[in-house]
């Protein structure tokens, strides 16, 4: 299993690591910064001693597997020096925070309405929300509370917690509960005193990092299935 460092740091750009399989061009280490794909975010990119690292998936087993541009010439118990694409992975973090931030504003202005899904890229987010109405004017005003607590500048940090102790908070749970089955502890990432939520992402430090947030579209994808897509400024 590979430890999975990014949950502890996600500022981290570079790191050494020891190969412990390789297998054509993936590629597992005893430990990474690399985010593997999960839960609507997408997997990070970079380099490992300088062959094009192209995706970052989970594999069966807990590692983490760095799908490689080409088979590299380094081979198992070899020390590796990575780097990862900063700059795609910040975005994506900006947009995280910001879809955190808009799940909180939806869940407490609108009846605890949960959201069912979302798609994280690097220039855009799409988020699904289970309500019967999300016209203009309920986009105006997540559009509006959301960027109060941007300007805010609250903290944002993630904390490990037990399984017993989370299930006595339900409000930490904003998806099927069935999703969060696979997670042998349970990850909390709390924006100061705003909100708390289930989450095994990467985010920012502070809610200021993200910018400004607009909601660029709305669909409607159903009676309780309405979805945005945002981007951050």
Not at 14 to 27: C, I, P
Not at 172 to 185: A, G, M, N, P
Not at 208 to 228: A, D, F, Q, S, Y
Request: with cysteine; hydrophobic share 35%.
């Amino acid at each position: 299993m590979t430890r999975k460092l990014y949950l502890e740091d996600s500022y981290k750009k570079e790191f050494d690591a020891k190969v412990t399989a390789v297998n054509t061009n993936q590629v597992i280490l005893d430990q990474t910064y690399f985010y593997a794909a999960a839960g609507g975010q997408p997997g990070d990119t970079g380099e490992v001693n300088n062959i094009k690292v192209l995706d970052t998936i989970k594999g069966p087993d807990g590692s983490v597997i760095h799908i490689l541009e080409k088979e590299p010439g380094f081979k198992v118990g070899d020390s590796v020096h990575s780097i990862i694409n900063w700059d795609r992975r910040h975005k994506i973090m900006r947009l995280h925070t910001a879809c955190h931030i808009i799940s909180g504003v939806v869940y407490q202005k609108f009846s605890g309405a949960k959201f069912t899904g979302s798609q994280i890229y690097e220039d855009r987010a799409r988020m699904d929300f289970d309500m019967e109405k999300f016209d203009e004017e309920t986009a105006r005003i997540v559009e509006i509370e959301s960027n109060k607590i941007i300007e805010s500048g609250l903290p944002v940090a993630a904390k490990m917690l037990g399984w017993e102790e989370t299930q006595k908070d339900k409000d930490l749970f904003r998806v099927q509960h069935e999703l969060y089955s696979k997670y042998d502890k349970p990850r909390i990432v709390s924006i100061g005193n705003f909100d708390r939520q289930l989450d095994g992402g990467t985010h920012v430090k502070s809610t200021k990092e993200v910018g400004t947030i607009l909601i660029v579209k709305r669909e409607n994808k159903g009676r309780h299935n309405k979805r945005i897509t945002i981007v951050v400024e």
